[in-house]
Each structure stands twice: as C-alpha cells, then as structure tokens.
C-alpha cells in the first residue's frame, strides 16, 4: 500500500490516496500502520476518497481503529496534500467530511501549500455553562461544544501537572460520555493566549489537536476568558482560532507538512 506521512502541529497520520488506492479494511489497517513498533507510527489513518458533493472526502481512522467524525489537522493535510499532488488545483476547496462539508483557504509558497485556513462551522453547546462531574475523585467543570467532533473542556491552573496517561481514560470513558469524549485541559495565560493539553477518544494524548483547539477557544470566549481570536498553544505547536461573531462560524488556521512517502506491505 502507497502512502504519505503527513503531520499539522505535531498531530501526525498515515494518508493514502484512493484515488489511486483501494483500502478494503481501513478499520484494521489504521490500528497496523498507527503502531509505532510494527508499522509506520502514527495517531491514525486518513483516506482521501472521491466525492460527490465536494472536490474530495476524508475519512479518519484512530489508532485504535474506531471511524472518527473529523479531524482539524487532518484536514488541513488533506487540502495540502490534494493540491501539492494536483488532484485539486484551486485554492479555496471543499472537503466531504462525516461531520459535514468543510471549505478550506489554502495559503501557498509558490506550488506548495504552507498553511491552511478551515472554517470548522457554527459551534454547539452541548452541556449546561459550566457543567460538574467526578473523574477519579476530584470533582471537574467542563463545558460541552461540539465542531463535528464531541468535546469537553476543563479549566485547570498548569496544564504540566496533569498525569493524562494515568486519568485520560476515566474521562474519556466517564458514565457522562456513552459514546466517550474528547477531553481538552486548557491553561489561560492573557485575553489572546492559552495552553492546551488534549486526550482523543480512540488514540489517548496526543500533540495537537484542531477540533479540540477550537471547542477550547469557543468555551473560552463563552466563559469571557479571551477575546474571539485566540492563539492555542499546544505540544506540537500553535494554532490560530477566530470565531466570527458575525457569521458565528469559527476558523481555524495551521500548518500542514508532508512528512515522507513510501509503501508498507499490507498482510
């Protein structure tokens, strides 16, 4: 199987082209190509399939292989990707998605895309402002947004003295979440500035993550703790979030990087 290694902030995925490809058991082949012992390494798979409704649609695969609805750094990878490869050869596309259909601005340096603006789409409140639950004794305020992907949000001091390893999956898993939950750890440092730490549900604690960036931005401003533009700062780097009060939609803005190409064989 061909394939592309592809990473935004940090958060890094084994992509394939089945344009050109066929992936019959994308469920299985995400868990083989996510190991980082026994297959290529990553925190999931991502297809890059035909569409009918939009220049090309993206599926995504956890590490753990379970089907996810969307991926913010993922997506941005797949707009860098389809351009870079001439598939799509335009500037402003739009990406087929579980979550919806998602319009991408892709910035260039000269026939390379650098960076990728995405509009996630207008932001849902899921769960009452703030709401309380108890992970392994400590008592919790999240607050629930949804950007295609299910989020919660917590508030804490220093976002370093969090042993997610350990507590990760009591949140993930929490009785309050029966489909689990992305749960993201955000530090304020000013009005325009914040810390982010993220555990996915299916792929544990990962560098970066862009749906999670801007669930935590929107509580954010929702709690009137920033201003509507916000830079994120995460493991693998940063991450820009704006949400247009006008529209009511929220953007986010990142870098994309290809990585390396290559072929595993497949069993």
Request: proline content about 4%; overall charge negative; hydrophobic content about 35%.
């Amino acid at each position: 199987m061909k394939f592309t290694k592809m990473q935004g902030t940090g958060n890094d995925y084994v992509y394939v082209n089945c344009f050109e490809e066929e992936v019959k058991e994308p469920e299985k082949t995400a868990v083989m190509v996510s190991d980082r012992h026994f297959g290529i390494g990553s925190d999931g798979l991502i297809l890059i399939c035909p569409s009918d409704l939009a220049d090309c649609r993206m599926r995504m695969f956890n590490e753990d292989g379970s089907e996810g609805t969307m991926c913010g750094n993922g997506i941005r990878c797949v707009g860098k990707y389809v351009y870079d490869h001439g598939i799509v050869r335009k500037k402003e596309i739009l990406v087929e998605t579980k979550g919806g259909i998602k319009r991408l601005e892709l910035t260039t340096d000269g026939d390379r895309v650098t960076s990728v603006k995405v509009d996630m789409g207008v932001p849902e409140l899921t769960s009452e402002l703030p709401e309380k639950i108890s992970v392994c004794g400590n008592e919790y305020e999240f607050t629930g947004i949804s950007v295609g992907n299910p989020h919660a949000v917590y508030f804490v001091e220093d976002t370093e003295t969090l042993d997610l390893e350990k507590d990760g999956p009591f949140f993930e898993h929490h009785p309050r979440f029966p489909d689990r939950v992305n749960s993201e750890f955000v530090q304020l440092i000013d009005r325009t500035h914040i810390r982010m730490r993220v555990w996915e549900r299916g792929s544990g604690e990962t560098w970066a993550c862009g749906t999670g960036a801007t669930a935590s931005a929107v509580a954010c401003v929702l709690m009137g703790y920033t201003e509507p533009v916000v830079e994120v700062a995460l493991k693998g780097g940063s991450l820009m979030i704006e949400w247009d009060k006008a529209s009511n939609h929220v953007y986010m803005t990142g870098p994309a990087v290809e990585v390396f190409s290559g072929e595993i064989e497949m069993p």
